[in-house]
């Protein structure tokens, strides 16, 4: 069984200071096509295993692959916001290996001729700066199955009493992102890889090609790590944490790399090229598979596939489909929103831009809109354990419940009642203040008799306040909100009890 016990590291300031660090990053993205690669199967997420197969993604023989027409504008539409150069002509290749959820024994991928090549991608800094990373290709390929390892503690195969392997997940369209070794980062190294994937993840999500969920393996990162005395050095040997599935576990899996790998140089060792596995619960790498020297795949072109040779028209209209990079728009909504940095960078952090947006365009105010999501909702998000964007109301309700504050139906805690109801699925804000008598007693008579019987069951509160201590009114209005369960202005309940109690010249 694979040890997960902490090895020694160097703290990371003593690391960075000792070493320059060597960043690569390898980005795996499920698209959302409804289909497979290379065949008519479904590609929905979470089926019962081994319901989602045909002949051609099971590898059967006389099985022929036919190429995905939405994956291929997907991987184009990707290859052009990325601003990589759009091959004219590439074509597939087999990856021979063998493992249990590889069916064929071979992967239909590109090796020496990718869909898209040469790009780069600009990322933005939580202080404002930009990092540029370049961007080596971005090719086509097709995803693996899934093994389950049975028994064991840790879900691995090490220890696992048997094995099963669930084959819906072989053939789904990927498109892998490989940077250039990324340099220049120094101790910002962590930070920049997060930002990164932080920065694609955004882009495929407004390119609309992915759910880009990083907990389902929609979108999965593989995080290269190497370290050299300095800048000017050669390129030290690589480490490769694979399937990092967060964006704080490729933070702290490259900081972790950075430190472990700093103690065994400082200590005499060499580095192992190795892939590595990242333990979210211990926040360590341990050794995975040697890798020191490259692997033969013996890659040599899909005879099942004909080559592709994308029109430039095609592609040419392809890039007028693109969106407002992300960057771009989230400082002209900053702007529109009249929002501080600080303000949206809470938005972004929270997950809740594309929420607060829609909230907005359907009526309520940049403010009204960023309060619930990034208070109220993000609490109760965070309080249940998941994200902002599956709790069970739309913003055209959130924008809807606040206009009933605006009016004056609601105050702010009659709101969260209702949001209450709406989130327990008993419809509209509008149904769901009908039907649990939310709506704010705006009758000054009501109101009135409210605010007598407070007085006069609080004499000596009522004392004080003819005495001229006004900050005693609190606890009659107070008691005037238990009377009214809350379905009162405070603000007005104040002033009633202030016109009955408070001397004529306060």
């Known amino acids: 069984m694979t040890s997960t016990l902490p090895e020694t590291v160097l703290p990371y300031e003593q690391a960075v200071a000792a070493f320059d660090p060597v960043l690569g990053l390898e980005v795996h993205v499920e698209l959302n096509t409804v289909t497979k690669m290379f065949c008519g199967c479904s590609t929905v997420f979470g089926a019962a295993p081994n319901t989602q197969v045909c002949p051609v993604c099971l590898g059967l023989p006389g099985a022929l692959p036919v190429l995905n027409e939405k994956a291929l504008e997907s991987a184009v539409r990707i290859g052009l916001a990325l601003n990589c150069t759009i091959a004219d002509w590439c074509r597939f290749a087999r990856k021979n290996y063998f493992y249990p959820d590889m069916p064929k024994n071979f992967q239909t991928s590109q090796y020496d001729e990718p869909i898209a090549y040469a790009g780069f991608l600009d990322v933005e800094l939580d202080d404002g700066s930009t990092f540029r990373v370049e961007i080596e290709r971005a090719h086509m390929e097709e995803d693996t199955g899934k093994s389950l390892h049975i028994g064991g503690s840790t879900g691995r195969i090490h220890g696992a009493e048997y ?52 907990e389902q393996g929609s979108l999965r990162c593989d995080a290269n790590v190497s370290l050299r005395p300095s800048p000017e050095a050669p390129l030290g040997t690589r480490t490769e944490t694979k399937n990092v599935n967060s964006l ?133 998000a965070n309080a249940e354990g998941v994200e902002l964007a599956s709790m069970a109301v739309t913003p055209a309700q959130l924008a809807a419940l606040q206009r009933l504050v605006d009016d004056g139906t609601l105050t ?95």
Request: no cysteine; charged share 30%; net charge neutral.
């Open 163 to 214: 094995s099963l392997v669930d084959y819906n997940r072989a053939g789904i369209p990927l498109i892998e992102i490989v940077t250039k070794p990324i340099t220049g980062t120094g101790a910002r190294a962590p930070e920049i890889a997060r930002a990164y994937v932080a920065t694609l993840r955004d882009l495929l999500k407004a390119l609309r090609v992915s759910d880009v969920r990083m």
């Open 412 to 506: 702010d805690s009659l709101a969260r009642q209702a949001l209450d109801g709406v989130l327990a699925g008993e419809g509209d804000p509008e149904q769901v203040v009908a039907a649990r008598g939310l709506r704010l007693v705006s009758d000054d008579a009501a109101l009135g008799e409210a605010v007598d019987r407070a007085i006069a069951a609080n004499p000596d509160v009522a004392e004080k306040i003819r005495g001229g201590k006004v900050q005693a009114a609190g606890a009659l209005v107070g008691a005037v909100m238990r009377d009214m369960r809350g379905q009162a202005d405070a603000a007005k309940v104040r002033g009633l009890v202030l016109s009955r109690l408070a001397p004529a010249d306060l």
């Open 248 to 380: 704080r576990s490729v933070e702290r899996a490259v900081r972790y790399e950075i430190s472990r790998q700093a103690a065994v140089l400082r200590a005499g060792g060499r580095i192992i090229q190795e892939t590595r596995h990242w333990h979210e619960d211990t926040g360590v790498t341990t050794s995975g598979r040697s890798k020191e020297e490259a692997e033969d795949y013996r890659y040599f072109p899909e005879p099942d596939l004909v080559p592709i040779a994308p029109d430039r028209a095609w592609v040419d209209a392809l890039r007028g489909t693109l969106p407002e990079p992300p960057a771009q728009r989230r400082r002209r909504l900053q702007s529109d929103w009249g929002y501080t940095d600080l303000e949206i960078r809470d938005v972004v952090n929270a997950g809740a831009l594309e929420l607060v947006a829609e909230t907005v365009a359907a009526g309520a105010s940049p403010a009204s809109a960023r309060k619930w999501w990034t208070q109220e909702l993000a609490r109760r």
